[in-house]
């Protein structure tokens, strides 16, 4: 069976929106969306998802400290968008993110196709983009080793 425990649902609101704030730190009061946001009694985000899209974020060290800061259950985070920023590689602090299912990176500047090989760590990893970034140059980027 695959699910062992109970299911939260509490925890499946909207995404925690900082997208489009012209971020170059991991620092920011999240957007309000179509549907509101719930916090817990800590004022937390009881969110599993993460939008950092559209800033100028050049580096995803602290992104624990931000994950601790705005959602309740960091170590839950299951979906995180980092599309269209300055990253130039893919960091290990992102390895440590044991739930992650959906990764977007698409239009960085991520050159190295090496660097994609760290995230095999991550066993629920089933969506990664990474189409508009320099990586593409490599013929065959889409079905590097370290797919299934």
């Known amino acids: 069976m695959l699910l062992d425990r109970p ?39 009881l969110s599993r998802s993460l939008r950092l899209c559209n800033n100028k974020i050049t580096s995803v060290e602290g992104l624990q400290l931000t994950l601790s800061h705005f959602l309740a259950q960091p170590s839950k985070l299951g979906w995180l968008d980092l599309s269209f920023n300055k990253l130039t590689c893919i960091d290990r602090v992102l390895c440590e993110l044991r739930e992650l299912r959906v990764l977007y990176l698409h239009g960085n500047r991520i050159w190295n196709l090496s660097g994609v090989d760290k995230l095999v760590e991550l066993q629920h990893l089933h969506t990664i983009t990474l189409h508009g970034n320099a990586i593409e140059n490599y013929k065959g980027y889409r079905w590097s080793s370290w797919q299934n």
């Open 7 to 45: 299911l939260d649902l509490s925890m499946y609101g909207p995404p925690v929106d900082l997208s489009f704030n012209n971020m170059r730190a991991l620092s920011q009061v999240p957007r309000s969306g179509l549907r509101p946001l719930s916090m817990n009694a800590d004022n937390k985000y």
